[in-house]
């Protein structure tokens, strides 16, 4: 028997039209969509749908990937796929909650919706991220530590892909220097923030008081925090990591290393997309990964 995880994008795979096809055809999905738009005040369908420049916006794009991922996931759980570990990128650690059974849907979309507001109003002026391609992360760990300012990593994508983030000019200073070490290619994002940075701990806080009203239930299904990149053993501590993945590295390669470790050998990519996918190549190209992003993605659970 194979292990199956589901894994969830984050930000910055968002389109118009991600999930229609599922809203058209599938009633949980259409009830998902509806569900976040009531559960965030916002016209959640059009938002994803409907040609408009909010959906880049961080304080929109959050709760529109999450409908979306949260949708095309319980069309894949009516074809009864299950999955034995979940884990989701950043934004994408909500999908995984939503499929672990730890928060209900309706809170899930409650608290993107704060993060994303949140976020996008902690972003100060003068931050950056730039993405680090074909060095070790000892080295850019190591130089980012002897940098001058707040510079740090915030996401361990993959080997030879590592994205830095913090003020401008310590992230430039860093990339500068990270070229010297060696680095292929030091590429600015084009983001709104340094996100995963101590620079929005002020947007974590924020959020860890709207946790405090959140009901956590029982992990049903094992879920990988972005924080530790290990199982999150007691529902007590969901809220403080949730809270701290705000301003903290995303620990991806380290997560889908553990789950290679438990014999995970079946890695199924929910939501728009096939980013995550392209991290498992680089990660491990000898297990399975397929992505559902459209309609027609759900025969490929029949190879399962």
Known sequence: MSKIAFM?????????GMGKDFYDAVPVSREMFELAGAASGLDV???????NEKINITEYTQIAMLAAEVAILKAV???GVKPDVTAGLSLGEYGALAASGVMSCEDVFKVVRARGIYMQEAVPTGGAMTAVLGLDSETIEKICEETEGIVSIANYNCP?????????????????????AGAKRCIPLKVSGPFHSKMLAGAGEKLGKVLENVEINEI??????????????????????????????????????RMLEDGVDTFIEIGPGKTLSGFMRKINKDV?????????DLQ???EL
């Open 220 to 257: 049903q299904i094992p879920y990988i925090a972005n924080v530790t990149a290990d199982y999150v053993a007691d529902k007590e501590s969901v809220k403080e990591l949730l809270t701290k993945q705000v301003s903290s590295s995303v620990r991806w390669q380290q997560t889908i290393e």
């Open 8 to 16: 969830f994008p984050g930000q910055g795979a968002q389109y118009v």
């Open 288 to 296: 399975k990964t397929i992505n559902i992003e459209k309609l027609e």
């Open 300 to 302: 490929k659970l029949a």
């Open 77 to 79: 759980e009516e074809k």
């Open 160 to 180: 030879g892909q590592i994205v830095i983030t913090g003020e401008e000019a310590a992230v430039a200073a860093a990339a500068q220097k990270l070229s010297e």
């Open 45 to 51: 369908v059009s938002l994803c749908f409907e040609e």
